[in-house]
């Protein structure tokens, strides 16, 4: 006979749990039941607390104004409500899970997390990718133009990105399909068009923008704390022969643009208050506007894994990143360009310097592949140290190639 395990309490996690209270990260879900009807909810273990129904179940502990916020079908309102509501809301949702006081209201807005179907959890404004670790640009930039400088002039005076497909972020589990393209190897006489060969993977962490900023403001350093309400986990799929053949000299386009998947929990920043960790040493000064010398430490300590169906096949280092998420956003906003709430900008391909801690196959193979064949399921997970020993998980980023669709040789009709 199976041992009888006696009905745990889904408010006593189990030793190490990942998503615990001092993480509990952000995600929109439906039930079966009823499906059209998306609600925020936040993750607990390997449950999701229903927060559309908490103002009701604990009007004592959530204040009255943010019962519509957290009503909404997606994180936008939430996020546009600025540190100030994220902190209040985050501490409600903690004491809510975390005193016993409240078992009997709370419990019944628990619902499994293998039961209920998760969506994309804002509406994505733009979209911007960087290229901030030194490790992946020296070793892409040898592969890509080895008659060159492995990094360009510009790479340690200013963190280089580009603007991506906002329209094209899809939220983890969601299919990938083969894309077809242009591409043009020394070997062919005439640029041959087809699915692409060189599907590949890249491993990154997305930063999702929640308190806008105003046109010609740019936001300094000191900004990233009030403008950026979470991080997520990113997959920033990438066609290799596409890619290399269309770049320049204009940048990434269609290589990138047919699909960027994000995980499902945008987990906020204050979760990773114990994490943080000074970035490397610069070895050329930045300008004064990211000059973070003075600053707090900009770096992550937040370490990732690469699985492909199933096996690990990287570990990469967050905190080996030569660029900060708050240079970043200072970056992409000293030319007064102005921030929306659901802005998410990716940190570019996470690498470290050993060879199992490269964050995709370009890197991993040398340039040599082999790449993603169809079937294959990739899926990043990642971790950071939390307070007391804890650990602050990440939500997944998973994702299938599917073949790619048919195509006549002429071309769409
Ligand atoms: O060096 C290049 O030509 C481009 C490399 C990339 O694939 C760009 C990119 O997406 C940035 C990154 O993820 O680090
Ligand atoms: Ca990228
Ligand atoms: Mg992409």
């Given at each position: 006979m199976p041992e009888q395990s006696p009905e745990q309490s889904p408010f006593d996690l189990a030793e190490g749990d990942p998503f615990g209270p001092h993480t509990l990260p952000y995600g929109v879900f439906s039930t079966a039941d009823a499906p059209d009807r998306r609600r925020i909810g936040v993750r607990y273990g390997s449950r999701v607390l229903d927060l559309s129904a908490l103002p009701g179940a604990l009007p004592s502990v959530?204040?009255?104004?943010h019962g519509e916020l957290l009503g909404a079908a997606t994180l936008n309102p939430l996020l546009a409500a600025g540190r100030p509501v994220w902190q209040q809301v985050r501490a409600a949702v903690r004491t809510a899970l975390t005193d016993p006081a409240h078992r009997t209201a709370v419990a019944p807005l628990l619902h499994p997390l293998d039961g209920v179907t998760l969506h994309l959890p804002f509406e994505v404004a733009d979209y911007v990718d960087f290229y901030s670790s030194e490790h992946h640009a020296t070793n892409v930039g040898k592969i890509f133009r080895p008659d060159s400088a492995a990094l360009p002039p510009n790479w340690k005076h200013l963190p280089i990105g580009y603007h991506g497909r906002a329209g094209t972020v899809v939220v983890t589990g969601t299919p990938v399909v083969r894309p077809h393209g242009q591409r043009k190897t020394p070997a062919d006489a005439a640029p041959v068009f087809g699915p692409s060969a060189r599907l590949d993977i890249e491993a990154e962490v997305g930063f999702v923008v929640g308190t806008p900023s105003a046109l010609h403001e740019p936001v300094g350093l000191a900004g990233f704390r009030d403008h950026v309400f979470g991080v997520c986990l990113v997959n920033d799929w990438s066609a290799r022969d596409i890619q290399a053949w269309e770049y320049?000299?204009?940048?990434?386009?269609l290589g990138k643009s047919f699909a960027t998947s994000v995980s499902a929990w945008i987990t906020p920043l204050d979760a990773f208050d114990a994490a943080r960790t000074a970035p490397p040493a610069r070895d050329v000064a930045p300008l004064p506007y990211l000059d973070d010398a003075a600053a707090e430490p900009g770096g992550i300590d937040l370490r990732i894994e690469v699985a492909r169906n199933g096996e690990v096949i990287s570990r990469p280092p967050f905190?080996?990143?030569?660029?900060?998420a708050a240079q970043q956003l200072a970056h992409m906003t000293v030319n007064g360009a102005s921030l929306r709430t659901g802005d998410l900008y990716a940190s570019g391909t996470v690498s470290g310097p050993e060879p199992d801690q490269l964050g995709c196959l370009l890197e991993l193979t040398q340039g040599k592949g082999p790449y993603l064949q169809d079937g294959d399921e990739v899926t990043l997970t990642a971790w950071a140290p939390g307070p007391d020993g804890s650990r602050i998980g990440l939500g997944e980023v998973t994702g299938r190639v599917l073949p790619a669709r048919e195509v006549p040789a002429d071309g769409p009709a």
């Open positions: 959530v204040a009255a104004p320049v000299p204009l940048g990434p386009f905190a080996a990143m030569y660029w900060t």
